[in-house]
């Protein structure tokens, strides 16, 4: 039964056997015809010119946008400074405008004030900013209110110069918390003496901005390779010595662009002087920023502001070239 059964199967067909391959039912001159060439459907590559020129294009309005508000202004100051400019009369004076600045007393007395009171408040930031970078990076209970110590920066200049000014003068806050201390017996004049109010721009100053070197100061250390440190922790070192002989060298160049920026925005210090002193006692407050706005829109002598512009503005970019250079050529060696 089993062999019939057998027998029976392989007697059928296989259905392998049963298919045929049927030929194209296309003549030899339809082949062609039949395999047409096939278009690149994908989209079409630029030429190397276009391909070089689109990053520029890219960039082209951030670029246009920058050249208005700082090239344009730049260049008609200069241009400003030649002439004696009250209101619509302008009479060419050519480099009188540079003379009679260089020869004003109230001008070298507006940039010893930027140059003391920017040196002060600068120095205090980055001491501070490094021992508070140093603690958050350290511990974590300190890690942990990072957020808190950047407010002061978002708050508006403006803002912040009325708080003190209120601190200081107008609320007496100061006094009465020195007066309950026992410190002082009775109100302190901060505007009556040369360093008091000069103390109070840079309390100011360096409580707002104290924040902005702080968070470079975080990540610089926080981007450092932590093999070196380790190694050093092995070998014994307590972590003040880890941080001033290994870490604080690393963060060299980081530290000097900090503090050149830093330093370059003190230079035009203007809000807190404004708001707080307006130059007082006797001009010992007024700041270069503080005399250009003087002597333009208050003395109206347009042509002079713009010339005491343009030799800040010198003065300033060979001092940050000249640090930057040094800190980075000595880093070097």
């Known amino acids: 039964m089993l062999r019939r059964v057998f027998m029976s199967v392989a007697e059928k067909p296989c259905r392998s056997d049963q298919m045929t391959t049927k030929a194209p039912l296309v003549s030899a001159a339809g082949v062609a015809k039949a395999t047409p060439n096939r278009r690149n459907t994908g989209p079409r590559r630029r030429s190397p010119a276009l391909r070089k020129a689109f990053?520029?294009?890219?960039?082209?309005?951030?670029?246009?946008?920058?050249?208005?508000?700082?090239?344009?202004?730049?260049?008609?100051?200069?241009?400003?400074s030649l002439f004696v400019v009250k209101f619509l009369t302008w009479e060419w004076t050519g480099l009188g405008n540079?003379?009679?600045?260089?020869?004003?007393?109230?001008?070298?007395?507006?940039l010893g004030n930027t140059a003391i009171i920017g040196g002060i408040s600068l120095t205090l930031q980055t001491a501070i900013a490094l021992t508070i970078a140093y603690f958050a990076y350290?511990?974590?209970?300190?890690?942990?209110?990072?957020?808190?110590?950047?407010?002061?920066?978002?708050f508006m200049p403006s803002a912040v110069a009325f708080i003190w000014k209120l601190a200081f003068n107008d609320g007496r806050v100061i006094s009465n918390l020195l007066m309950s201390v026992?410190?002082?017996?009775?109100?302190?004049?901060?505007?009556?003496?040369?360093?008091?109010?000069?103390?109070t721009l840079i309390v100011a100053d360096v409580w707002q901005w104290t924040p902005f070197?702080?968070?470079i100061f975080v990540a610089a250390l926080q981007g450092?390779?932590?093999?070196?440190?380790?190694?050093?922790?092995?070998?014994?070192a307590s972590w003040p010595?880890?941080?001033?002989?290994?870490?604080l060298p690393m963060m060299r160049p980081v530290i000097v662009v900090a503090v050149t920026l830093r330093g370059i925005d003190i230079t035009t210090m203007f809000t807190n002087v404004f708001v707080m002193t307006q130059g007082t006692p006797g001009?010992?407050?007024?700041?270069?920023?503080?005399f250009i706005y003087r002597q333009g829109f208050r003395m109206f002598n347009f042509g002079y502001a713009s010339a005491a512009s343009v030799l800040m503005l010198i003065l300033t970019i060979i001092i940050a070239q000249t640090v930057v250079k040094r800190a980075f050529h000595s880093g070097k060696k």
Not at 75 to 80: C, G, P
């Open 55 to 80: 990053p520029y294009l890219l960039l082209a309005p951030a670029m246009a946008y920058l050249l208005v508000i700082t090239l344009y202004p730049g260049l008609f100051a200069i241009y400003q």
């Open 98 to 110: 540079y003379s009679a600045i260089l020869q004003d007393r109230e001008f070298w007395a507006a």
């Open 138 to 154: 350290r511990d974590p209970f300190i890690r942990g209110w990072r957020i808190v110590y950047l407010m002061p920066m978002l």
């Open 182 to 199: 026992g410190l002082v017996d009775g109100n302190v004049d901060w505007l009556g003496n040369v360093w008091l109010a000069r103390m």
């Open 213 to 215: 070197l702080f968070i």
């Open 224 to 236: 450092q390779d932590q093999e070196i440190e380790e190694a050093a922790r092995l070998d014994g």
């Open 241 to 247: 010595s880890i941080f001033w002989n290994i870490s």
């Open 283 to 290: 001009g010992a407050t007024e700041t270069m920023s503080y």
